[in-house]
T-cell receptor, first 112, second 113 residues
Framework: QKEVEQDPGPLSVPEGAIVSLNCTYS??????FMWYRQYSRKGPELLMY????GNKEDGRFTAQVDKSSKYISLFIRDSQPSDSATYLC????????????FGTGTKLQVIP | ETGVTQSPTHLIKTRGQQVTLRCSSQ?????VSWYQQALGQGPQFIFQ???????GRGNFPPRFSGLQFPNYSSELNVNALELDDSALYLC????????????FGQGTRLTVV
């Protein structure tokens, strides 16, 4: 069993829809939870990160962490064709060592 | 642009050969991590360098090695290439080993034939 599970999709939505992307994990010691966006032939780009449980909002993006369920989500409101990319969840322990464990990524297509 | 550059962008090697991939970090970033991303998978952590010393390693064999230099450049070396080493190799730089905000380069696509 992988430490981080993520539905690979693909996920197709119409422009303007609310998108929900999710990951589950097995290591209860994870403390930092990140979401990356990766366009084709590019490196991942950090969208936002959350420490421990709770919500965080940045523009059209909202990240949620539920440590009791070992479940994290990223919501995208008013989705745009430019949001079409692969979204990777990632997480790591606290402390000075920065090994990051990634999910497999969910491919999102926003159709105009 | 992240300010992190990798070279070359594409590379084809023969099984058994050795390869060196290069990364130029953002100025001031003393930490670099290397990842292997197979097609359709998330990046897998190879190792991290902090102030020119290996600071941690993932589940990769010793034929994967690295160097970090004082001028914010670093290298990933892979010996005795295998077909399964074909992947996108990514480096990510940050201001410190505990800093969550890491910036990735565009990657080097390695194909082993």
């Amino acid at each position: 069993q992988k430490e981080v599970e993520q539905d690979p999709g693909p996920l197709s939505v119409p422009e303007g829809a609310i998108v929900s992307l999710n990951c589950t994990y097995s290591n209860s010691a994870f403390q930092y939870f990140m979401w990356y966006r990766q366009y084709s032939r590019k490196g991942p780009e950090l969208l936002m990160y959350t420490y421990s449980s709770g919500n965080k909002e940045d523009g059209r993006f909202t990240a949620q962490v539920d440590k009791s369920s070992k479940y994290i989500s990223l919501f995208i409101r008013d989705s745009q064709p430019s949001d079409s990319a692969t979204y990777l969840c990632a997480m790591r322990l606290s402390g000075g060592y920065q090994k990051v464990t990634f999910g497999t990524g969910t491919k999102l297509q926003v159709i105009p | 642009e992240t300010g992190v550059t990798q070279s070359p962008t594409h590379l084809i090697k023969t099984r058994g050969q050795q390869v060196t991939l290069r990364c130029s970090s953002q100025s001031g970033h003393n930490t670099v991590s290397w990842y292997q991303q197979a097609l359709g998978q998330g990046p897998q952590f190879i190792f991290q360098y902090y102030r020119e010393e290996e600071n941690g390693r993932g589940n990769f064999p010793p034929r994967f090695s690295g160097l970090q230099f004082p001028n914010y450049s670093s290298e990933l070396n892979v010996n005795a290439l295998e077909l399964d080493d074909s992947a996108l190799y990514l480096c990510a730089s940050s201001e410190g080993p505990g800093n969550t905000e890491a910036f990735f380069g565009q990657g080097t696509r390695l194909t082993v034939v």
